[in-house]
T-cell receptor, first 110, second 112 residues
Framework: NAGVTQTPKFQVLKTGQSMTLQCAQDMNHEYMSWYRQDPGMGLRLIHYSVGAGITDQGEVPNGYNVSRSTTEDFPLRLLSAAPSQTSVYFC?????????FGPGTRLTVT | GNSVTQMEGPVTLSEEAFLTINCTYTATGYPSLFWYVQYPGEGLQLLLKATKADDKGSNKGFEATYRKETTSFHLEKGSVQVSDSAVYFCALRTGANSKLTFGKGITLSVRP
């Protein structure tokens, strides 16, 4: 099993550009989520999904969209990047109590 | 709502020192409690967990006991190593498909 994979590992965007952060898992987990990690803020939940076709907002959803067409994939879209979205983004999937995290995407918006 | 409070950091210790990192929580229902560790440049890994009161989670020499009476889940290790230098996050969730709530994390640096 590859676990949770994320691409790209690093990305630099200009303000106003759009992009999609990819996340995939091969563990057949129903629950998937996206977090952002900022210094002194811990991890904050952006969006989550309890299964294909079902998504919901977390603590900080503004500026981000998600969809879940398959169990395996949970992409995060930035429609118009802003400098405030500079962060490290982690995708996670869950079985029972334990969440498994991907390696992260470091995004810089200039 | 649910919340997790961790002690302020960073923490710097000498090798072989005793480690305690405090974590307290507020939750509705009966949460499961976790400690995650993040090594430099990596994602989060589950370090240990406890799913009911009085359970003790343990892994790699680290331990934490689920104390319902004090709503705490403090992380301890008897003798830290340089390789334990990382960021440690306390977290909880109240169901298999519920959100994971994190504390702010604390950076541990261990000197040789």
């Amino acid at each position: 099993n590859a676990g949770v994979t994320q691409t790209p590992k690093f990305q630099v965007l200009k303000t106003g550009q759009s992009m999609t952060l990819q996340c995939a898992q091969d563990m057949n987990h129903e629950y998937m989520s996206w977090y952002r990690q900022d210094p002194g803020m811990g991890l904050r939940l952006i969006h989550y999904s309890v299964g294909a076709g079902i998504t919901d907002q977390g603590e900080v959803p503004n500026g981000y969209n998600v969809s879940r067409s398959t169990t395996e994939d949970f992409p995060l879209r930035l429609l118009s990047a802003a400098p405030s979205q500079t962060s490290v983004y982690f995708c996670a999937s869950s079985r029972e109590h334990e969440q498994y995290f991907g390696p992260g995407t470091r995004l810089t918006v200039t | 709502g649910n919340s997790v409070t961790q002690m302020e950091g960073p923490v710097t210790l000498s090798e072989e020192a005793f480690l305690t990192i405090n974590c307290t929580y507020t939750a509705t229902g009966y949460p499961s409690l976790f400690w995650y560790v993040q090594y430099p440049g990596e994602g989060l890994q589950l370090l240990l967990k406890a799913t009911k009161a009085d359970d003790k989670g343990s892994n790699k020499g680290f331990e934490a006991t689920y104390r319902k009476e004090t709503t705490s889940f403090h992380l301890e290790k008897g003798s830290v190593q340089v390789s334990d230098s990382a960021v440690y996050f306390c977290a909880l969730r109240t169901g298999a498909n519920s959100k994971l709530t994190f504390g702010k994390g604390i950076t541990l640096s261990v000197r040789p």
